[in-house]
């Protein structure tokens, strides 16, 4: 069964520590995304990746970095964590733009102490 | 820029009837129009989806309209099942082949 992995279901941070958000993919995808879910906002698309290396901005990247290393792994790096980012992290994975169809992770609750 | 419109926002039907959930877009470019379904504590999973050159899409219970004059698309859900409760999304593809994601239709079925 293919699969899109984040490494934690629930994470709990302090204000201003550095956040790792990990993502896998089995499925050979080219495209990566990062988003967050919060209630009444619907998915808003943090950052998202075409290709190894490759990384481009979405909607809302202030407070966020990313990492694709290797085509399998997109990581979500929040700086210096802070309470208005506690929400739902979600990772998805795509075959190339234009052909639709993101397999998404479970998702990572965060929460900001 | 673009925008995506869903309706309603919260529908209850009874077990067994049927569930309509509409999706307005803007970027008349749109080629690509899928339905996502997000349950409790897991990640949006697509459900179907139609191209710009197909009106209708059904699998099983499920079926997908598209007007694309009207820019509108709709999710059909028959004779509901208490599984069919989730929270819908519909994603139309952006003109930077990007998916613009509605805000989200909280379907009940009632038994």
């Known amino acids: 069964d293919v699969k899109v992995t984040q490494s934690s279901r629930y994470l709990v941070k302090r204000t201003g520590e550095k956040v790792f958000l990990e993502c896998v993919q089995d499925m050979d995808h080219e495209n990566m995304f990062w988003y967050r879910q919060d209630p009444g906002l619907g998915l808003r698309l943090i950052y998202f990746s075409y290709d190894v290396k490759m990384k481009e901005k979405g909607d809302i990247p202030e407070g966020y970095s990313v990492s694709r290393e290797k085509k399998e792994r997109f990581s979500l790096i929040l700086e210096s964590a802070s309470t208005n980012q506690t929400s739902m992290y979600l990772c998805a994975s795509s075959i190339p733009t234009g052909l639709g169809g993101y397999t998404f992770g479970s998702g990572t609750r965060l929460t900001v102490v | 820029g673009e925008n995506v419109e869903q309706h309603p926002s919260t529908l209850s039907v009874q077990e067994g009837d049927s569930a309509v959930i509409k999706c307005t877009y803007s970027d008349s470019a749109s080629n690509y129009f899928p339905w996502y379904k997000q349950e409790l504590g897991k990640g949006p999973q697509l459900i179907i989806d139609?191209?710009?050159n197909v009106g209708e899409k059904k699998d099983q219970r499920i079926a997908v309209t598209l007007n694309k004059t009207a820019k509108h698309f709709s999710l059909h859900i028959t004779e509901t099942q208490p599984e069919d409760s989730a929270v819908y999304f519909c994603?139309?593809?952006?003109?930077?082949?990007?998916?613009?994601w509605g805000a989200g239709t909280k379907l009940i079925i009632k038994p």
């Open positions: 139609i191209r710009s």
């Open positions: 994603a139309p593809e952006g003109s930077n082949y990007q998916l613009i």
